[in-house]
């Protein structure tokens, strides 16, 4: 059996506590700062919980002493400390940061580590490049990516068409942060919010614009292979307006602990969510230009007895099959390794992985 620390007592860590304690196979401790916060889990009895101050000096490292791996899902400031504890215990260490220079930390720790170092393990960034990789492979040369994610409610009923589902401090670093993207077969940043577009699926209008941090390693990948890579989050139409103007306009961007008061007293968060995915690649093949789409609605739905949100299925269930293949020995055991080195077949076969099963044209759920 193997010992896991999940840090971050929230509802991603705790789905994902549920979910690998269930099994049998992993023995599940959950940290975090506040003993409220852990009081508030609901979380199989399997689970053990700990009240701790990760930033003191060698806290989480005696919590972490012999275990197999350590699992983030606390707020991505806190990815670098979580990072640094699993390098000097040698422990294995996968996160859901969607932060870039966050990432880029945890790269160089993985340099001179002696385990396995998997950032980005959620749904965007995580899921969606491994997706990408894997239509972008089945071309001779490649035109565009282009990758689309994003978690709404089923029922819209306020101005911002939006419900908290997911980190509100990701969701606030998403809109301020500078989006990487490759233009004209060259790596560049692009402004966050901007270069909106419109698109329907299953007969539901969306608009999209980009956002920090969804592509992950991705840039980095297909860099000199690919003329056009860019990552852009999904909402229902007239959302990223508002947001324009209450981050540059009203200067929001620069108060993000009240930018979150506001929206965290403001918005209501529910269970009744959709993720959608949406990844788009264009290339040729023997000689002639092609396009591939990869397109999936999540619903929230239960597991067992528990009822999770489409964002809390997706995100878990990513970085449990994550850990689950690197448990297994599918994954190399030691170093840094990208969501798209990780094989889409392998990982819609793992027993998390199902969780992403869609329907083909007869109705019925494949992998």
């Known amino acids: 059996m193997k010992e896991i620390v999940i840090v971050g007592a929230g509802k991603i860590g705790g789905t994902i506590a549920n979910l690998l304690a269930n099994t049998g196979d992993y023995r599940v401790t959950v940290v975090d700062r506040a003993q409220a916060q852990l009081d508030a889990l609901e979380v199989s009895p399997l689970v053990v919980t700990r009240c701790i101050e990760i930033g003191e000096e060698g806290a989480l490292e005696k919590v972490l002493a012999g275990k197999f791996a350590v699992l983030s899902a606390a707020p991505f400031h806190l990815t670098t400390r ?5 390098a000097s215990s040698d ?20 340099a001179t580590a002696k385990t ?5 393990c959620g749904l965007a960034p995580g899921f969606i490049s491994i997706v990408a990789n894997d239509l972008a492979k089945r071309f001779d040369t490649l035109e565009s990516v282009r990758m689309r994610v994003g978690a709404l409610p089923q029922y819209p009923s306020n101005a911002l068409n939006y419900n908290l589902t997911w980190s509100t401090d990701g969701v606030i670093n998403e ?3 500078p989006c990487e993207a490759i233009v004209d077969g060259e790596l560049t940043e692009v402004p966050p919010l901007e270069e909106r577009e419109e698109f329907s699926l299953d007969g539901v209008t969306y608009e999209a614009f980009n956002t920090s941090g969804g592509l992950g390693t991705l840039c980095e990948t297909l860099l000199g292979k690919v003329r056009t890579l860019n990552y852009r989050t999904i909402r229902y139409p007239g959302h990223a307006a508002i947001m324009k103007a209450l981050l540059n306009d009203l200067g929001l961007r620069d108060r993000r602990d009240v930018f979150k008061d506001i929206l965290e007293n403001a918005l209501p968060s529910t269970m009744q969510d959709v993720v959608v995915i949406f990844v788009t690649v264009s290339g040729r093949k023997k000689g002639r230009l092609l396009q591939e789409t990869y397109a999936n609605k ?33 994954l190399p055991q030691q170093g840094f390794l990208k969501q798209e080195d990780i094989a889409l077949d392998a990982f819609l076969a793992n027993r998390f992985g199902k969780a992403y099963a869609q329907a083909d044209t007869a109705g019925r759920l494949v992998a």
Do not use: W
């Open 82 to 86: 979580i990072a640094q504890a699993a």
């Open 91 to 110: 422990v294995h260490y996968l996160d859901l940061t969607e932060d870039v220079a966050s990432t880029r930390i945890v790269k160089q720790l993985a």
């Open 116 to 120: 396995a170092f998997i950032p980005q």
């Open 175 to 177: 809109y301020c942060e």
């Open 298 to 330: 999540v619903y929230s739905g239960h597991i067992g007895e528990m009822l999770y949100s489409g964002i809390q299925i997706t995100t878990a269930s990513a970085i449990c099959a994550v850990l689950d293949m690197l448990a297994n020995g599918d």
